[in-house]
């Protein structure tokens, strides 16, 4: 089992848990992509799958500054919140609920991956780690936008679902 001393240990053991998560991520959001009713938010999943492949590089550099493997976690709760959309994905959902379900389970993913962040950029400061933390601030942006984008997504699709209707009414 490995051990945690410090908090180095666990900067690097929270490091590699996000490395697992961005990388399991980069093969579930092309089915997110795939499944997408609205162009728009077709688009910003493959928006967020060029920059997700960008945290992958990121947290590489990350560790290997820290003359870390980035290897040796596997990410659990990611591997969960993407089983539970793609059981949402195999159910027989109504197209216009569907793209809302995608939003759903991508703004959990997306507030895991804020809340990893959030606290590998806390423990970077504590431990001076500034080059470290410039990166993983960078990719924190990057989750907060697409979490936002998303917000604004669903929105729209509220409007559009209820401007349909009261034209069937
Ligand atoms: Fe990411
Ligand atoms: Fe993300």
């Known amino acids: 089992m490995e051990s945690l001393e410090n908090l180095n240990d666990l ?6 848990d996000l490395y697992d998560a961005e990388k399991q991520l980069v093969t579930g959001l092309p089915l997110f992509a795939q499944a997408a009713k609205s162009d728009q938010l077709r688009r910003g999943f493959e928006q967020h799958l ?5 945290h ?4 590489e550099k990350v560790l290997r500054g820290l003359s870390a493997s980035p290897e040796g976690k596997s990410c659990k709760a990611m591997a969960g919140l993407i089983a539970e ?13 569907l793209d ?3 939003i759903v389970a991508a703004q959990k993913i997306e507030h895991y991956e804020i809340a990893g962040y959030g606290s590998v950029c ?3 400061r504590v431990l001076h780690y ?3 933390v410039g990166l993983l601030k960078k990719t ?4 907060e936008n697409t979490d936002r984008k998303l917000s604004q997504a669903s929105e729209r699709l509220n409007e559009k679902a209820q401007a349909a209707d009261q034209a069937a009414i």
């Open 85 to 97: 959309a793609k059981e949402t994905l195999d159910e027989d959902v109504d197209p216009e609920v």
């Open 130 to 132: 500034d080059d470290a």
């Open 100 to 102: 809302a379900a995608l």
């Open 140 to 143: 924190m942006s990057e989750e």
């Open 122 to 124: 806390t423990f970077g």
């Open 56 to 59: 992958v590089s990121r947290l």
């Open 50 to 54: 060029g920059e997700t492949k960008e």
């Open 11 to 16: 900067f690097i053991h929270e490091l590699r």
